[in-house]
């Protein structure tokens, strides 16, 4: 998890409420991933970045945004449109290319008052 | 399409005995694998790669694992099984579908119990 920080690590959404969840690095990678696992589903990929100012749609993007404005930070914001959020959700970094690993936070986990 | 089954839920083994976790994928063109583990809580940890090379690969905390070509399989391997290797393992493959954007496709994931 070093190098990888996810805040906070318990969060609660009132209904129609709009939340964000940070996620910020210093290992100066590039390439910065948002995945949702839900008990028995694995995970599933939200949102991608791999350059500032540059992001994708992974599978499951609907009700879910992201920003990235500094190459450390890439915060994921659950709206009020996403109508299941409560989930396990963790940020990814990785150097770039194929061959290269990806590191994961320790997550944040969402639950619905 | 590209994909990743972890045919079992959970697998159950003595402390001291091998265990096996099992991964096959269906991929087009050579396959990028990865083993990840994750303890309660938290995020997941990697544990080895196949890029290329000998199909044995050697990863953290004594873990090993054989790819397959020809039975699309990459099997978690550990001689001696320890208590504290209980946790959830998932399986992971990189997608090359929308280029090399260093998605990775996981499969479900196997919960592996040690007993004493």
């Known amino acids: 998890d070093g190098g990888i920080t996810q805040s906070p690590k318990y969060l609660f959404r009132k209904e129609g409420q709009n939340v964000t969840l940070s996620c910020e690095q210093n290992l100066n990678h590039d390439a910065m991933y948002w995945y949702r696992q839900d008990p028995g589903q694995g995970l599933r990929l939200i949102y991608y970045s791999q350059i500032v100012n540059d992001f994708q749609k992974g599978d499951i993007a609907e009700g879910y945004s992201v920003s990235r404005e500094k190459k450390e930070s890439f915060p994921l914001t659950v709206t009020s449109a996403q109508k299941n959020p409560t989930a396990f959700y963790l940020c990814a970094i990785g150097a770039g290319g194929g061959k290269n690993i990806q590191y994961f936070g320790a997550g944040t986990r969402l639950s619905v008052l | 399409a590209q994909s990743v089954a972890q045919p079992e839920d959970q697998v159950n083994v003595a402390e001291g005995n091998p265990l096996t976790v099992k991964c096959t994928y269906s991929v087009s063109g050579n396959p990028y694998l990865f083993w990840y583990v994750q303890y309660p809580n938290r995020g997941l940890q990697f544990l080895l790669k196949y890029i290329t090379g000998d199909n044995l690969v050697k990863g953290s905390y004594g873990f090993e694992a054989e790819f397959n070509k020809s039975q699309t399989s990459f099997h978690l391997k550990k001689p001696s099984a320890l208590v504290s290797d209980s946790a959830l393992y998932f399986c992971?493959?990189?997608?090359?579908?929308?280029?090399?954007?260093?998605?990775?496709?996981f499969g479900q994931g196997t919960t592996l119990q040690v007993k004493p």
């Open positions: 992971a493959v990189r997608d090359f579908i929308y280029g090399n954007t260093g998605k990775l496709i």
